[in-house]
Every structure is written in C-alpha cells, then in structure tokens.
C-alpha cells in the first residue's frame, strides 16, 4: 500500500509520500513514490503516486520519454517542461496515464488485475500561482481549493482526522509539514503495508525552486519525536478528560450518564418479544 | 454506512453503535444497531450490527422467531435463550446468518447486491466467562483474546488508532466506554454516514444483567464533553509539538531536518533525465 499527502497553502505546498510496496505481505519492497521536477526560477513540479506500480512507474517513464498527445494552441507538443500553466502539466500527466491505460489495461484485465493508478501533481510555473491537483486512473483530475486544500492517495483514512482539525489555508508551512508527519505516523501505526523511509518537500511559494526536500528514516530525530511525542501526549489527553459517571437520579451534572432510562427501548428479556 | 464496537476487558464489557443508515447520500435514515438479550441472573447478551440493513433485520427476526439447524449433543435444538455457552449462542446467530444466506443471495446476487452483513455478538451465560465475537457474513465467527480485546464492524478505521492506543485487559470499563466513544467521534467527524444518537452498553463481568444502557444524543451532555474537549485538546497537543527546523549544517539537535542533502536523489532538472 501507499500514503502520500499533498497540501496547498498560501505560503507554498507540502509533499509527504511513504515508500512501501506490496504485493501480498509476504512481498513487501521499497519504491520511493516520490520525484521533484524542476527548473529552477522556472518550474518546480512534484509527483506521488499511489496504486499499481507497473502503471505508476510507466507513466513517469512516459512523462519523460514520449511525446504525448497534448498540444498547445499553436499545435505544438506540451511536455511538462514547457507547459505554460500547471494546468497544461496535469493534462500532460492525464494523457500519460491514458496512454499506459491504452497499451496495458486489457492485458491487465485478463489477469484479473484493476487499472489501479492515482496521483498527487503539484507545483508552480513561473508567471502563474500554485497549483495542486488530484489525478485519477482515468486521467481526469480535481484541483485542491481553499475549502479542501489537501489530496490523500493510498490508505488516507487513519491520517485524515488530525489533517482536518489543523489545516487551512494560513497554516504556516513548517506546521503543515509537521500535520503532514503525524499525519503520516498515525498511517503507519495502524497500517504495516505503509512504512519507512519518507520523503518530504516543502516549496516556499514564488521560490520556483525548492531545497528542502529530505528523506526520513527511523534515525530522524525529528520524526522521532514526533513519533514517541504524539502517542505519549495524545494518552495524557485521553487521561485528561473525564470517565463517565453512571447516576439514576435525573441530574445536571456534565458527566453523569442517565442510566437504565432508555433501557426498555432495545432490551428484549423474552424469547417471544421482538425488536428490530 | 455503521460504525459499532464492542470491547472485552478483565472487568467487564463496552458496547457502542451509531444508527445511521444510509442508501446512498440523498437516502439517509436513522436506525439502531443494538439490541439487548436478557434474562437476568441467567444472560445477558449483546447484538451490534453491520452491512445491508434487509439482511441484518432478517438475521435479528429469525434469530428469534424461527427454529435454526444447531443442536445440542442431545439433539434438542439450541436458541439464544437456551444456549448453555456464548460460544453455542454465536453458532446459532452463524445459522441465522446462513438461513438468510440460503433464502435471499441469489436474488441479490441478480440485483447486484453483495451479501454483505457482519456482527458483533457479546455476552456472558451463567457459569462461563464473558466471550466476544466477530461473525461474518458466510455465518463464521472469531473470538476476541487479550491480545485483541475489541472488534469494529463498519467504518472502523478512523477510530481505530485511539483504541490500539489505549485498550488493554486491564482497561477499567469506564475508561474502555469513554475510549469507544472518542473512537466514535473521530468516526463520525470524519464519516457523514456515520451519526447519532449512539447506544452505549456497559456490562460488569459476573452481573449477568445490566443497568448501563443509555442512547446518547446530541444533548447528552457527557458526549458533548467528549466531542469538544478532545477535539480541542487534541489541538493543543499538536501545537505543543515543536514545529521541524530546516538547516544545512550537520548537527545533533534534535529538531533540525538536515535540508537539501538527498534532494539529488529525487529530483529530476532536464527533461533527458530519469528516475523510475
């Protein structure tokens, strides 16, 4: 499996993917689903990929390599390296993935296996703003709002709660990037198939250039306090809130539970009552 | 869509259901997941379910009305309310699943409706101990242990990391009730198919009847606690934690994200480049 967390802020972009693999978990491997294309002062774009492999890795292949059926309106070719707008670079992704889905989905289909693909493409070209889209297996995509300025791929479901208690679109970046890592901790705690190491960008908007891009292993001592800090404070939250109290007695107090009240409506006490 | 839960300690047992029941977003309906088998001083039993809402009522009305296959070794049938263990009990819920398996698959099947159904199924019988259970929808069923003291059917996975964070056998059972309900509302702020009001069952080991049994709604002011302080609370935490520092320079503090230095690896700045 696969967690990768794309976010959008007006003070830049965050990128987190995981790299773990499987094919059954007695076949687990590391591919890193991550890659920064960039022209720097001009372009920077990133990519995370999440689904089948064999598609994901022949998209970026063909991203690269292939002339693909996008063109501008003068009827040239757009590469993601000419690409005037993050736009045109998304339909560039979309057609790639149309072009593998094209060559390998009815083989695929006869194995049995599903055309499996998304991605997280995100950036900024010069002369135009921040960008961050969603890009499904069938090549169409969704671009991220102030509403929704994040994309999840792969399992996203035990590392959504704390991305939407904390992220807006003036969450400073470096605070982003820490939601992103619990976030992503959160994943692995409950999910084996999602796991070391990680790579990690932040891009400062307008920068059209990105140096902070870094690669965390179980020796980071960031991530490793993220990952001993959270679990321990989140207990003492839990400690901190109080146990309910059972009462009778019909009361004001906030933490006393009515019990037995409602206890007739689902009880059933004899083999001919019936309640559905 | 359902979240329920049930939970099995040293002391007791913790049950919690939501009750909403949707068929599509536009077809949203309330209805509970929860019943209560008792004769008091002899069982008490309880019955979470999940799945398509025709399949579970019809398990829950056979369960009760008609005559399954399972016998004891007298070959006197056996039923819920006279099983002599709760393992006997969950094989006759098995048969009703598989009742209802025989009389409606095949025309779901035609419909294209999976026979989707699961339960969570908990008690104690006179002279045993309590057990647990998970039974799926071919009928079959697994036990709850201390290595694995709750089982989730529905939409588990987003209130599945606070459980994993602090059940163990030896969680008192107020603790235990106040955990399922915290799982519940990172379900239900995530999941709209998930809602209220809950059923809350809380059931102390030996009693064979049980007085905890209150459904909880939006005014419940015990809920209301829970939903805002850890929610609240859980924001704190995640301000407290220290935000990453990017820095060039090798050094051992620990917040500091050692930037740029495996950005190669990763980035792609000519279109003649590759990485896979």
């Given at each position: 499996m696969t967690y ?13 993917s995981d790299s773990r693999t499987n ?5 687990i491997s590391t591919f890193r689903k ?120 792969g399992e ?28 992503m901790d959160?994943t692995m705690k409950?999910n084996l198939s999602v796991g070391l190491p990680l ?17 965390i292993d179980a ?58």
């Open positions: 990768c967390v794309g976010i959008k802020l007006n003070a830049g972009l965050v990128f987190l094919a059954g978990v007695d076949h991550m890659i920064v294309y960039e022209q720097p002062g001009d372009r920077t774009m990133v990519l995370l990929s999440a689904g089948n492999l064999s598609i994901s890795q022949s998209v970026r292949e063909i991203l690269q390599v292939e002339e693909l059926k996008e063109r501008n309106a003068d009827g040239a070719p757009i590469t993601i390296w000419n690409a005037t707008s993050m736009f045109d670079a998304a339909r560039v992704l979309g057609a790639a993935v149309r072009h593998v889905y094209d060559r390998d989905a009815e083989s695929l289909k006869h194995a049995g296996v599903d055309f499996n693909v998304s991605f997280v493409f995100g950036g900024q070209v010069k002369g135009e703003a921040m960008r961050l889209f969603l890009v499904y297996s069938a090549g169409n995509f969704i671009e991220a709002t102030n509403e929704t300025p994040y994309f999840q791929i996203s479901k035990y590392g959504k709660p704390v991305l939407d208690r904390v992220l807006t679109p003036d969450t400073p970046l470096e605070e982003a990037a820490k939601c992103a890592l619990v976030s959160s409950s790579d990690l960008v932040v891009y400062e908007a307008g920068r059209l250039q990105t140096d902070k891009i870094v690669c020796d980071n001592p960031y991530y490793r306090m993220i990952h001993s800090g959270w679990g321990q404070k989140l207990r003492e939250v839990f400690d901190s809130l109080d146990d309910p109290v059972w009462d009778d007695a019909a009361t004001e107090h906030p933490l006393k539970m009515p019990a037995a009240r409602h206890a007739v409506l689902r009880k059933i006490t004899t083999p001919q009552e019936r309640l559905i």
